[in-house]
């Protein structure tokens, strides 16, 4: 069944359109801010984080044992074995 609305006013939203995502108001938010200060000590927080996350997971990749199937011993046990 098909409906007409002839009356003026709100229309009726398509069908499937869904929902509609949107950025939010980053001048609003950033004007609803009571202590710039707190901001910056969290955002300092975060780099200092990161970068020691950064540091733990690069020392231990690089601090980690060779594998058993590493070539890099293949060619000083073949000299000695011979």
Do not use: H, Y
């Not at 990161?50 to 980690?64: K, N, S």
């Amino acid at each position: 069944m098909i409906e007409i609305n002839l009356l003026p006013g709100k229309k009726k939203a398509a069908k499937g359109a869904g929902m509609k995502l949107s950025m939010p108001d980053f001048k609003g938010l950033i004007a609803q801010v009571k202590d710039p200060w707190l901001i910056g000590a969290i955002g300092a927080w975060v780099v200092v984080g990161g970068g020691g996350a950064l540091l733990f997971i690069t020392d231990r990749a690089r601090l980690a044992p060779p594998s058993r199937g590493s070539r890099a011993c293949a060619p000083r046990s073949a000299a000695t074995t011979s």
